[in-house]
């Protein structure tokens, strides 16, 4: 059970608490085409998480990874995906994650999903914990450099290539614990809907959910035929959302063939930063969270 829950770790990115992001960026050609192009790569995010979550007058600290969350998990799910669709400088893209994941029994207890919340007080408990993040946006190739300027005596050689982009878009964030507990004193969060005098059992669900929309820029080198290495960075949020939200990412992809199909695998390495609050007294949730890790991934492409 522990082999096949860490193998699903290593192919998902699972988060705890309320935390997470997400996006990965597959390469394209950097030549502007006057086709539609269209790719679609499912990846992988090996996490490492720091931040802190708050619930009413409750906070929590937290630093722990992904293998980490997969060792409490009783049960996972997750999907993630990026695709685009590429004509001449105009790129359509959309980022979709979504991930599931129950904790119960000891694990709950140890791994305490809910700020605030004195676990010793309770019997038993499970948690399903719903993370989607859906990130439509639009990119535009406003530079490219080399490749064109080779010499008449080069004809046919390797001519690198550079190319710069604009991004813009908006990202959407739904978040949802639900809990299930059988207590054996008084349990009081009002943020999530708990309360309970004496031993007894007590369920809540809360859904929080926002938009943050985000600019940014891409910065793409072509090192060889069929190489690439990539350079994005992005701000968001701007009290519109979050307070405030940043992403860094790098990566390098390269041909390769997986049962007879050309495709392109993804290598890299991807930073996410979320400081987001609502509400106000005990109704209050906040958020304050860095996500980073190794991303991969396998781009198909039509």
Not at 193 to 199: D, I, K, P, V, Y
Not at 217 to 224: D, E, N, P, T
Not at 243 to 252: E, P, R, V
Request: aromatic letters at 12%; hydrophobic letters at 45%.
């Amino acid at each position: 059970m522990k082999l096949c829950k860490m193998a699903c770790g290593v192919t998902v990115m699972m988060t705890v608490v309320f935390g997470l992001a997400v996006q990965s960026k597959a390469s394209e050609t950097l030549a502007p085409s006057n086709q539609w192009e269209f790719q679609f790569m499912p990846y992988a995010w090996v996490l490492f998480l720091q931040g802190e979550t708050g619930l009413g007058a409750n906070s929590k600290d937290f630093n722990t990874n992904l293998f980490e969350v997969v060792d409490k998990a009783d049960e996972l799910y997750a999907f993630m995906s990026y695709q685009e669709m590429r004509k001449g400088r105009l790129t359509l893209f959309a980022d979709v994650f979504w991930n599931r994941i129950k904790i119960k029994d000891s694990g709950f207890r140890s791994f305490n999903p809910v700020a605030g919340l004195n676990l010793n007080i309770v019997a038993e408990g499970k948690a399903w914990l719903d993370l989607a993040i859906i990130e439509p946006g639009v990119a535009y190739e406003i530079g490219s450099w080399g490749g064109s300027h080779a010499s008449l005596k080069d004809e046919g050689a390797f001519a690198p290539t550079t190319t710069l982009d604009i991004l813009g878009g908006v990202r959407y964030w739904y978040l949802r614990p639900d809990i299930d507990l059988n207590v054996t004193a008084t349990v009081n969060i009002p943020a999530l809907g708990l309360s309970r005098t004496g031993a007894g059992s007590v369920s809540a669900a809360k859904t929080v959910d926002w938009f943050d929309p985000f600019i940014g820029m891409r910065l793409r080198r072509q090192l060889a035929p069929g190489q690439e290495i990539m350079l994005r960075g992005d701000i968001g949020g701007f009290d519109i959302g979050s307070d405030f939200t940043w992403q860094a990412q790098a990566g390098y992809s390269f041909d390769t063939t997986l049962l007879g199909r050309d495709m392109m695998a993804y290598l890299g390495y991807r930073a996410l930063y979320i400081d987001y609050e609502e509400g106000n007294g005990s109704r209050k949730f906040g958020l304050e969270l860095l996500s980073h890790g190794p991303t991969m991934g396998v781009t198909f492409k039509w």
